[in-house]
């Protein structure tokens, strides 16, 4: 099975503007969870998305979104970027809630 | 709420030597139980998971970890380092109960190999 997939690897923004990150889960997984990581702070859990639903979501801003299709896939939007958002944006996938995650490779967020 | 502490940001050791990364959870019901792997640029591999059951967890690459409840711990061993394992490794707490919020992580543990 092919694995869970990002899109795009790398991408550089400016100050203000927005940005979609991209999530193809592994085939048959229905459920998507979206994590930010810096050096700072480290791994933080942004939400969780089952059946087109957000179920959890993290201690992010309302400028933090996303949304699942339904074929599983699934989005993240981040609007009026600020520099603090730089980071790593990874998206896991798991059969269904509570089950093992399963990671992509991620999106590197640079802000400038 | 749940909580995870990795002692020691960095762990150096020969290779050949044992390799022991630390970690300690806090959660108010029984946890699921995760180690990570992150090589440079990647994202996050799974090593071994406890949910339930035996609680000496056996995962890939000659890893184990054995949860202690008593201790609420879950360090994770490897008899013989291989310099192939120099990467960071995160240990991770799940909410059995669910509703939660998703995975929580420890800060990480950048285990270094000496040749």
């Known amino acids: 099975k092919a694995g869970v997939t990002q899109t795009p690897r790398y991408l550089i923004k400016t100050r203000g503007q927005q940005v979609t990150l991209s999530c193809s889960p592994i085939s048959g997984h229905r459920s998507v969870s979206w994590y930010q990581q810096t050096p700072g702070q480290g791994l933080q859990f942004l939400f969780e998305?089952?059946?087109?639903?957000?179920?959890n979501k993290g201690n992010f801003p309302g400028r933090f979104s996303g949304r699942q299709f339904s074929n599983s896939r699934s989005e993240m939007n981040v609007s009026t970027l600020e520099l603090g958002d730089s980071a790593l944006y990874l998206c896991?996938?798991?059969?269904?809630?509570?089950?093992?995650?399963?990671f992509g490779p991620g999106t590197r967020l640079l802000v400038l | 709420a749940q909580s995870v502490t990795q002692l020691g940001s960095h762990v150096s050791v020969s290779e050949g030597a044992l390799v022991l990364l630390r970690c300690n959870y806090s959660s108010s019901v029984p946890p699921y139980l995760f180690w990570y792997v992150q090589y440079p640029n990647q994202g996050l591999q799974l090593l071994l998971k406890?949910?339930?059951?035996?609680?000496l967890v056996k995962g890939i690459n000659g890893f184990e970890a054995e949860f202690k409840k008593s201790e609420t711990s879950f360090h994770l061993t490897k008899p013989s380092a291989h310099m192939s394992d120099a990467a960071e490794y995160f240990c991770?707490?799940?909410?059995?109960?669910?509703?939660?919020?998703?995975?929580?992580f420890g800060k990480g543990t950048h285990l270094i190999i000496q040749p």
């Open positions: 998305y089952f059946s087109e639903t957000q179920r």
């Open positions: 406890y949910t339930t059951g035996a609680t």
């Open positions: 896991a996938s798991s059969p269904s809630l509570l089950e093992t995650q399963y």
């Open positions: 991770a707490v799940q909410y059995s109960g669910g509703g939660a919020d998703g995975l929580t």
